[in-house]
């Protein structure tokens, strides 16, 4: 059954990490923004849960969220932690909650180079739809407060 639910009432936690491999210190990486209309602010910056709903066998879904980089270190190209991501859901097989363990994201921050990793094409797509839907939402609220013209502006930008 590709058209098995597999997983039920998906949950991800996304959370900012700490500065400093010790995990004291303020926060270096704020959570700007997770780009999905069910997502929950639990600590402003820092963590945030998202409502992915029922999973079907072999599917899979993107989220996009914005944040802030941490700064790398001073002398050495290093992989620097930003944030951690894990799911929560009823496995419908087992018949029992399933919580995955954390897995960490991070970001090469190479030393001494003015170099710039190149653009993901499939990442660069996600983020343009997601523009795209908030440009075309944007534009529809202007116009049912009856600015068309700025409505229409908009949808041109």
């Known amino acids: 059954g590709i058209l098995s ?5 998906t949950i991800l936690t996304i959370s ?6 010790d995990g004291a210190g303020e926060r270096s990486v ?6 999905h209309k069910s997502k929950i602010m639990l600590d402003e910056g820092k963590v945030y849960k998202v409502t992915m709903g029922d999973f079907y066998a072999q599917e899979t879904r993107d989220l996009i969220f914005s944040m802030t980089l941490a700064e790398g270190s001073a002398h050495v190209d290093t992989s620097v932690p930003h944030v951690t991501v894990s799911m ?3 496995d419908t097989i087992d018949k ?6 954390a ?9 001494g180079t003015a170099t710039v990793s190149k653009e993901d094409p499939y990442v660069a797509w ?5 523009n795209t839907t908030t440009i ?10 009856g600015d068309i013209s700025a409505a229409r502006w908009r949808a041109h930008v």
């Open 136 to 145: 075309m939402a944007n534009a529809q609220d202007i116009a049912k407060r």
């Open 88 to 90: 929560v859901y009823t």
């Open 16 to 21: 900012s990490l700490p500065q400093g491999a």
């Open 103 to 111: 897995v960490v994201a991070s970001i090469d921050r190479p030393f």
């Open 5 to 9: 639910v597999v997983a039920q009432n």
């Open 126 to 130: 996600q983020w343009l739809r997601i």
């Open 30 to 35: 704020k959570l700007i923004d997770i780009h």
């Open 96 to 101: 029992k909650m399933v919580r995955s363990p």
